[in-house]
């Protein structure tokens, strides 16, 4: 197992795959444990990584996590099964915004697709939220570039940056959510409802 983390690992940093940073994981990780989440929803699958990294932190973890790029999703089947994770790991090849999820609620909704569609994808997902339940967000920092925007060049970053803003005074503005922004990676928030006393958060 902690061989095939390390091969992705490599295959990732060769192939330019953003996967989550360790500190990251770990704050997840840790979080699963704390709040005894069951049942996972990923946007953004990439490699798996992250979707297998999180089924791994106990035996109960249920992961569904999609992703709309066909070589990546394919490297995702590859390295779950490779992991035997194939039974608690649900990989559908779509595109997010697609999917038809009635029916189903999560504990942990972890947002890591396309940074320009966070506020889509929250206001999609959160209805598939369990009670109890928190959505993470990953790439607030977008590997630094919303604390430096001066230093962008392209257009397309730049606007990248902008929503990234807009999602985060979005969260803020949210009355019916309460968001911990947390300085860990490349940046992360936690948000749960305001209602939700049951939910602990990591200081
Ligand atoms: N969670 C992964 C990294 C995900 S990188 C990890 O930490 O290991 C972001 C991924 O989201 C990319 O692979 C990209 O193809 C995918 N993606 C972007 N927008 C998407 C969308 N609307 N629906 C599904 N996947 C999307
Ligand atoms: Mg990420």
Not at 50 to 65: G, N, P, Q, R, W
Not at 88 to 105: E, P, T
Not at 156 to 180: A, C, P, R, S
Request: neutral net charge; aromatic residues 10%.
């Amino acid at each position: 197992m902690n061989g095939l983390i390390k091969e992705m690992e490599h295959y990732a940093e060769a192939n330019n795959v953003p996967i989550i940073e360790k500190d990251s994981a770990e704050f997840i990780k840790k979080y699963i444990k704390l709040n005894d989440v069951k049942k996972v929803l990923e946007l953004g699958t990439a490699i798996g990584y992250s979707a297998i990294l999180m089924a791994s932190t106990k035996d109960d973890v249920e992961v569904t996590t999609i992703e709309r790029d066909e070589k990546k999703y394919r490297e995702a089947v590859k390295n779950v099964n490779a992991c035997e994770l194939d039974k608690r790991i649900k990989l559908v090849f779509n595109d997010a915004l697609d999917v038809n999820l009635v029916g189903q609620k999560f504990d942990l909704i972890f947002i890591d697709a396309a940074k320009g569609q966070y506020i889509k994808f929250f206001e999609r997902f959160e209805n598939y939220l369990n009670p109890g339940g928190v959505i993470i967000t990953d790439n607030l920092k977008f590997h630094g570039l919303v604390k430096n925007k001066e230093a962008i060049q392209s257009k397309n970053v730049k606007g990248l940056v902008d929503k990234i803003e807009k999602y985060i005074d979005f969260l803020k503005g949210k009355e019916d959510y309460t968001t911990k922004f947390y300085d860990i990676g490349d940046g992360l928030s936690v948000s749960f409802r305001k209602n939700d006393e049951n939910v602990k958060t990591i200081d």
